[in-house]
């Protein structure tokens, strides 16, 4: 990926997100496929309780993925996280802003109910 490709790639994330610690959590995440928090928290400089706050918070909202890493030390097996594919993340994002639209337009709306759709073609090269 070419600096000009990273960098508008950093502002469309930027977009999605609600924090910029978010955008850079998941950012990290997508350049370093399966990684720890405590790699997450030196790879973003974010404090380490933002970062884990919010990976947990981005993983219950279906933003980032993560599994087990299974060890042979007595305790929590910690936790390797991953991103969601920019495309499922943008799908997802699509939906929720769907649903928000079509509030809007049923109350604007003398007739009733309103159903906004985003449709998201995928061009293949």
């Known amino acids: 990926m070419s600096r ?3 960098r508008a790639l950093e502002v469309a994330v930027r977009e999605l997100f609600d924090s910029q610690a ?6 990290y995440l997508l ?3 399966g990684v720890l928090s405590d790699e997450v928290i030196r790879g973003t400089r ?7 706050e919010l990976l947990a ?23 390797l996280y991953y991103a969601v594919s920019p495309l499922v993340l ?4 699509a939906k929720v802003l769907e649903r928000r639209l079509s509030a809007l337009a049923s109350c604007a709306s003398e007739s009733g109910v ?3 759709r985003i449709w998201i073609h995928r061009e293949d090269a």
């Open 4 to 6: 000009r490709d990273g």
């Open 22 to 27: 978010e955008s850079r959590i998941y950012l």
């Open 31 to 33: 350049r370093h496929d």
């Open 46 to 52: 974010l404090h380490p309780s933002t970062v884990r």
């Open 57 to 79: 918070m981005m993983y219950g909202r279906r933003l980032i993925a993560r599994r087990k890493l299974p060890t042979a030390s007595i305790g929590k097996n910690p936790y």
């Open 90 to 93: 943008v799908q997802r994002r």
């Open 114 to 116: 309103h159903q906004v």
